[in-house]
């Protein structure tokens, strides 16, 4: 038997149990007499077999050794149980494995909104945004946590997102705060089925969203736009910079904080975008003061930031300075309506509305904005008044040349 071939060393039978065996320690005592080692012999189909059971340091003894052994030769003579001590052993880890997920699978389905948030958050700081982490940290902070934080994310229904929207609703708050605060748990439960905390669907995928149209109306003229850029290039020329190329290439502020020195083709004039907003790369191409812009900076390596922070690393948020030479010059004098605003975005849509009133089609716009579908590149639409009128214009003409062909059809009497 191969397990008492390696194990050469003398076992002492007992006089009491047979198949119960021990040998004695060398040195070490337990009470008065030396430390005994149990193992135990049986027969198991047509083999002799010897397994270990350990020291009586260990609370073995001769009965307990016995006992085993009874165990296992009753599981033999029944067919029910372990019939070694290595199968034993097999079954009692499989057992506290099926426990252990057991516990997991409870504790997933129990956990809290609260517990869910403190994981959610730190990830979302990490990369998102700060003014978006801030956001969503408030949206929970404000809105979620006094009614949801205790509760299992199983338990959060859709009704209970419906008595927060009243609330906001009643407490005057806009349809667009109110699809934030929806926004923001909807990325927990999206957080929580990505990392195995919860596996129903998300509750807020099942409510309606309070229609609000947070699209930006304002775009700057020609004067307020120069007005703009020369004020920062007396302020601090970085913010200069980036606004002057979110002008005139319609680059969002996350496309320019992503910019590498890699991605400025001066020889062709385009500009590489990645990690956009649609998840796409695409191309942006200069105009000639941006393309001037580019040439008198110090150019560094190809994976180096064009605009690094002061830290050298990603930049997260535009400068405070932007919003104070904006108010500064007046342009939100009187502004109560926060579309009407001028905000960083505002040198994108500008963009897109100098385009749409040069004449320039919706379509080609939509791929120079880089929007996902062109009914975001629509709002622009009634800029282009011209445009329409030219269009029928055309109809119109058409028709005049086509009237001396028209053949007259006299009634069948």
């Known amino acids: ?10 076992y002492i039978k007992s006089k009491r149990f047979p198949g119960v065996r021990w040998r004695e320690h060398p040195t070490r005592k337990h009470g008065v007499a030396f430390d005994k080692y149990f193992v135990i012999r049986y027969t198991l189909d047509g083999k002799d ?16 050794a016995n006992a085993r052994l009874a165990e296992l030769k009753e599981a033999q003579r029944t067919g029910q149980g372990a019939v070694t001590l290595a199968e034993k052993r097999e079954r009692a880890e499989a057992k506290r494995q099926a426990e252990a997920e057991a516990r997991a699978v409870e504790e997933r389905e129990n956990i809290t909104l609260a517990q869910a948030w403190e994981k959610y958050l730190p990830v979302a700081q990490a990369n998102k945004a700060a003014h978006t982490a801030y956001a969503e940290e408030a949206a ?9 934080a205790d509760k299992p994310l199983r338990d959060i229904k859709p009704i209970h997102l419906e008595r927060i929207k009243k609330t906001m609703t009643e407490a005057g708050r806009s349809a667009q705060t109110v699809r934030h605060v929806l926004a923001a748990l909807r990325q927990v439960f999206n957080f929580a089925k990505r990392h195995g905390l919860y596996a129903g669907d998300n509750p807020v ?57 890699g991605d400025v083709d001066l020889e062709r004039g385009v500009l590489v975008l990645r990690d956009t907003k649609s998840g796409k790369t695409r191309v942006a191409y200069m105009t000639e003061v941006v393309t001037a812009m580019f040439a008198s900076m110090e150019r560094r390596g190809q994976n180096d930031l064009v605009f690094p922070s002061a830290k050298g690393g990603r930049m997260t948020q535009i400068s405070e300075t932007f919003n104070r030479v904006v108010a500064s010059l007046g342009l939100n004098n009187g502004v109560t309506d926060p579309r009407q605003k001028v905000v960083f975005h505002t040198l994108r849509h500008t963009f897109a509305s100098w385009l749409v009133e040069q004449g320039v089609d919706l379509y080609s716009v939509k791929e120079l904005m880089g929007h996902g579908t062109l009914a975001m590149t629509e709002r622009y639409s009634h800029l282009a008044p011209d445009t329409l009128r030219r269009a029928v214009k055309k109809l119109e003409s058409s028709m005049d040349k086509s009237k001396g062909k028209i053949v007259q059809i006299n009634a069948t009497k």
Not at 1 to 10: A, G, T
Not at 140 to 148: E, I
Request: hydrophobic share 40%.
């Open 205 to 261: 995928s099942l409510v309606k969203k309070p229609a609000a149209d947070a699209r930006r109306l304002r775009f700057l003229t020609h004067g307020e736009a120069d007005r703009l850029l020369a004020a920062l290039a007396e302020r601090e020329s970085n913010t200069h910079d980036m606004a002057l190329l979110a002008l005139n290439c319609g680059l969002r502020a996350g496309e320019i904080f992503h910019l590498t020195w």
């Open 49 to 64: 077999r010897q397994e270990s059971l350990g020291w009586g340091s260990a609370g073995w003894t001769e009965q307990k």
């Open 140 to 148: 929970y902070r404000l809105w979620l946590s006094p009614t949801l």
């Open 1 to 10: 038997m191969e397990d008492m071939k390696k194990d050469q060393r003398v």
